[in-house]
Nanobody
């Protein structure tokens, strides 16, 4: 139904910034989308997401530092990450929910050095 491709990950020093992008193969208008992350030994966890009503949810650990946004005309979801911390190190995944099915990208690695 839809392919998701994340980009923008990399290695950054603590306190630095990084912007992740998620390009969708089809229109994302009207669909619930979000960012999740998974560190080694941990479960995949919510970072930030849009609800069906357009409101935004953030994990407590990233509030005030991360900003999720979307450009429906470009079929792209973004995650602006500021003041990065070593505990933010993880593989970040883009998610889209359509017709009760969760679609995932391949993930992009974010590594924050201390």
């Amino acid at each position: 139904q839809v392919q998701l491709v994340e980009s923008g990950g990399g290695l950054v020093q603590a306190g630095g910034s990084l912007t992740l992008s998620c390009a969708a193969s089809r229109s994302i208008f009207g669909f619930r989308m979000g960012w999740y992350r998974q560190a080694p030994g941990n479960q995949r966890a919510l970072v930030a997401s849009f609800t069906y009503g357009g409101s935004i949810n953030y994990a407590d650990s990233v509030k005030g530092r991360f900003t999720i946004s979307r450009d429906n005309a470009k079929n792209t979801l973004y995650l602006q990450m500021n003041n990065l911390k070593p505990e933010d190190t993880a593989v970040y995944y883009c998610n889209l929910l359509a017709a009760g099915i969760n679609y995932w990208g391949q993930g992009t690695q974010v590594t924050v050095s201390s």
